[in-house]
Protein backbone atom coordinates (compact mmCIF):
# COMPACT_ATOMS: atom_id res chain seq x y z
CA UNK A 1 0.00 0.00 0.00
CA UNK A 2 1.58 2.97 -0.72
CA UNK A 3 1.70 6.50 1.34
CA UNK A 4 -1.72 8.45 1.73
CA UNK A 5 -1.34 11.64 -0.37
CA UNK A 6 -1.54 14.67 1.23
CA UNK A 7 -3.19 18.15 -0.99
CA UNK A 8 -1.71 21.36 -0.19
CA UNK A 9 -2.10 24.93 -1.89
CA UNK A 10 -0.51 26.20 -4.72
CA UNK A 11 1.30 29.53 -3.52
CA UNK A 12 1.39 31.89 -6.36
CA UNK A 13 4.57 34.47 -6.79
CA UNK A 14 3.56 37.50 -8.33
CA UNK A 15 5.55 36.71 -11.22
CA UNK A 16 4.03 33.81 -11.86
CA UNK A 17 0.53 35.78 -11.70
CA UNK A 18 1.80 37.90 -14.02
CA UNK A 19 2.62 35.42 -16.54
CA UNK A 20 -0.80 33.90 -16.41
CA UNK A 21 -1.75 37.27 -17.10
CA UNK A 22 -0.28 38.10 -20.02
CA UNK A 23 -1.03 34.07 -21.21
CA UNK A 24 -4.49 35.00 -21.45
CA UNK A 25 -5.37 32.33 -18.39
CA UNK A 26 -7.71 35.36 -17.54
CA UNK A 27 -9.94 37.60 -19.58
CA UNK A 28 -8.92 41.15 -19.57
CA UNK A 29 -11.94 42.29 -17.86
CA UNK A 30 -11.86 39.83 -15.06
CA UNK A 31 -12.03 40.80 -11.68
CA UNK A 32 -8.91 39.54 -9.65
CA UNK A 33 -6.18 39.75 -7.68
CA UNK A 34 -3.32 38.21 -5.94
CA UNK A 35 -3.54 38.11 -2.11
CA UNK A 36 -0.55 36.51 0.23
CA UNK A 37 -0.27 34.02 -2.91
CA UNK A 38 -4.12 32.92 -3.38
CA UNK A 39 -6.28 34.53 -6.17
CA UNK A 40 -8.85 36.26 -5.05
CA UNK A 41 -11.83 37.35 -7.07
CA UNK A 42 -12.95 41.08 -6.36
CA UNK A 43 -16.39 42.10 -4.69
CA UNK A 44 -18.65 43.17 -7.83
CA UNK A 45 -18.75 46.95 -8.29
CA UNK A 46 -22.32 48.36 -7.59
CA UNK A 47 -23.63 52.06 -8.08
CA UNK A 48 -22.52 53.18 -4.82
CA UNK A 49 -19.62 52.18 -4.97
CA UNK A 50 -18.71 53.04 -8.52
CA UNK A 51 -19.66 56.97 -7.68
CA UNK A 52 -17.51 56.90 -4.43
CA UNK A 53 -14.23 55.42 -6.68
CA UNK A 54 -15.08 58.08 -9.31
CA UNK A 55 -15.52 61.11 -6.34
CA UNK A 56 -12.31 59.82 -4.45
CA UNK A 57 -10.60 59.63 -7.73
CA UNK A 58 -11.86 63.16 -8.99
CA UNK A 59 -10.82 64.87 -5.64
CA UNK A 60 -7.24 63.27 -5.21
CA UNK A 61 -6.38 64.02 -8.19
CA UNK A 62 -7.27 67.88 -8.18
CA UNK A 63 -5.39 68.35 -5.07
CA UNK A 64 -2.74 65.67 -6.39
CA UNK A 65 -2.06 68.13 -9.23
CA UNK A 66 1.26 67.19 -10.69
CA UNK A 67 2.76 66.04 -7.48
CA UNK A 68 1.39 62.38 -8.00
CA UNK A 69 -0.33 59.88 -10.30
CA UNK A 70 -3.61 59.20 -8.82
CA UNK A 71 -4.09 55.11 -10.30
CA UNK A 72 -7.87 54.05 -10.53
CA UNK A 73 -8.77 50.18 -9.90
CA UNK A 74 -4.96 49.34 -10.95
CA UNK A 75 -2.41 46.91 -9.64
CA UNK A 76 0.76 47.54 -7.57
CA UNK A 77 3.30 45.11 -6.26
CA UNK A 78 3.18 44.81 -2.32
CA UNK A 79 4.97 41.71 -2.16
CA UNK A 80 6.80 39.08 -4.00
CA UNK A 81 3.18 37.45 -3.54
CA UNK A 82 0.63 40.30 -3.56
CA UNK A 83 -0.38 41.95 -6.15
CA UNK A 84 -3.15 43.68 -5.15
CA UNK A 85 -5.85 46.65 -7.02
CA UNK A 86 -6.70 48.89 -4.71
CA UNK A 87 -9.98 51.40 -5.73
CA UNK A 88 -7.27 54.13 -5.18
CA UNK A 89 -3.77 54.60 -5.27
CA UNK A 90 -1.44 57.86 -5.09
CA UNK A 91 1.62 57.04 -6.33
CA UNK A 92 4.96 59.05 -6.65
CA UNK A 93 6.39 60.24 -9.13
CA UNK A 94 9.54 59.36 -11.18
CA UNK A 95 11.71 60.41 -14.10
CA UNK A 96 10.31 58.11 -17.15
CA UNK A 97 7.20 57.10 -15.65
CA UNK A 98 7.01 53.52 -14.76
CA UNK A 99 7.00 51.90 -18.20
CA UNK A 100 5.80 48.77 -18.30
CA UNK A 101 6.52 48.26 -14.38
CA UNK A 102 4.06 48.16 -12.15
CA UNK A 103 4.51 50.69 -8.44
CA UNK A 104 5.90 48.75 -6.20
CA UNK A 105 5.24 49.47 -2.22
CA UNK A 106 7.79 51.90 -1.59
CA UNK A 107 6.55 54.01 -4.92
CA UNK A 108 3.14 53.84 -3.05
CA UNK A 109 1.73 57.08 -0.72
CA UNK A 110 -1.54 56.23 -0.23
CA UNK A 111 -3.84 53.55 -0.84
CA UNK A 112 -7.91 54.42 -1.01
CA UNK A 113 -10.63 50.96 -0.30
CA UNK A 114 -13.94 52.29 -0.81
CA UNK A 115 -16.24 50.52 1.34
CA UNK A 116 -19.87 49.46 0.27
CA UNK A 117 -20.19 45.77 1.16
CA UNK A 118 -16.44 45.13 1.67
CA UNK A 119 -15.33 46.47 4.95
CA UNK A 120 -14.69 43.64 7.19
CA UNK A 121 -12.19 42.45 4.22
CA UNK A 122 -10.76 46.19 4.17
CA UNK A 123 -10.24 46.18 7.69
CA UNK A 124 -8.79 43.13 8.12
CA UNK A 125 -7.07 41.42 5.22
CA UNK A 126 -6.00 44.60 3.19
CA UNK A 127 -5.70 46.74 6.20
CA UNK A 128 -2.98 44.28 7.11
CA UNK A 129 -1.07 43.65 4.07
CA UNK A 130 -0.78 47.25 2.92
CA UNK A 131 0.53 48.20 6.79
CA UNK A 132 2.96 44.87 6.55
CA UNK A 133 4.24 46.84 2.76
CA UNK A 134 5.07 49.67 4.62
CA UNK A 135 2.85 51.41 2.58
CA UNK A 136 2.85 54.77 4.90
CA UNK A 137 -0.85 55.69 4.43
CA UNK A 138 -4.51 53.82 3.88
CA UNK A 139 -7.57 55.24 3.99
CA UNK A 140 -11.23 53.23 4.03
CA UNK A 141 -14.10 55.95 2.91
CA UNK A 142 -16.89 53.42 4.43
CA UNK A 143 -19.93 54.35 2.06
CA UNK A 144 -22.66 53.30 4.81
CA UNK A 145 -21.55 55.57 7.66
CA UNK A 146 -20.64 58.10 5.49
CA UNK A 147 -17.06 58.20 7.45
CA UNK A 148 -13.64 58.37 6.57
CA UNK A 149 -11.04 55.65 8.54
CA UNK A 150 -7.39 56.82 8.00
CA UNK A 151 -4.67 54.47 9.18
CA UNK A 152 -1.10 55.49 9.57
CA UNK A 153 2.60 54.09 10.97
CA UNK A 154 2.45 50.47 9.42
CA UNK A 155 4.14 47.90 10.62
CA UNK A 156 3.89 44.02 10.39
CA UNK A 157 0.63 43.38 11.24
CA UNK A 158 -1.22 46.09 10.01
CA UNK A 159 -0.98 50.22 10.88
CA UNK A 160 -0.47 51.31 14.37
CA UNK A 161 -2.64 54.32 14.20
CA UNK A 162 -6.22 54.58 13.35
CA UNK A 163 -8.58 58.18 13.22
CA UNK A 164 -11.91 58.17 11.64
CA UNK A 165 -13.37 61.44 10.45
CA UNK A 166 -16.78 62.47 9.06
CA UNK A 167 -18.90 65.53 8.04
CA UNK A 168 -16.42 69.01 8.15
CA UNK A 169 -13.19 67.34 9.58
CA UNK A 170 -10.50 67.93 7.19
CA UNK A 171 -7.64 65.68 7.02
CA UNK A 172 -4.21 65.99 5.26
CA UNK A 173 -2.58 63.59 3.47
CA UNK A 174 1.06 62.92 5.20
CA UNK A 175 3.11 62.47 2.30
CA UNK A 176 2.14 65.61 0.21
CA UNK A 177 1.97 68.44 2.90
CA UNK A 178 -0.74 70.83 2.16
CA UNK A 179 -3.10 68.39 0.50
CA UNK A 180 -6.29 68.32 2.45
CA UNK A 181 -9.73 66.78 1.95
CA UNK A 182 -12.97 67.55 3.64
CA UNK A 183 -14.41 64.25 4.45
CA UNK A 184 -18.25 65.58 3.34
CA UNK A 185 -16.74 65.63 0.00
CA UNK A 186 -16.23 62.53 -0.43
CA UNK A 187 -20.33 62.02 -0.27
CA UNK A 188 -21.98 64.47 -1.88
CA UNK A 189 -23.17 64.28 -5.07
CA UNK A 190 -23.04 67.65 -7.44
Known sequence: MGAAFTPTRTVVS??????MVAAGVWRDDERIEL????IIDM??????????????????????SDRAHVWVQLPIVVSDRSQPQPDLALIRRRPGG???????SEDVLLVVEVSDTTLDYDRGVKMRLYGASGIPEYW??????????????????????KAEFAGQDEVDLLSLPGMKLRVAEFFAVP
Not at 14 to 19: A, C, G, H, I, T
Not at 35 to 38: L, Q
Not at 43 to 64: C, D, K, Q, S, Y
Request: a positive charge.
Open 43 to 64: APIGGAHAWGVTRAAELVRARA
Open 98 to 104: YGKVLPA
Open 35 to 38: IDGE
Open 140 to 161: IIDLQNERLEVYRDPGPSGYRS
Open 14 to 19: VKRFQD
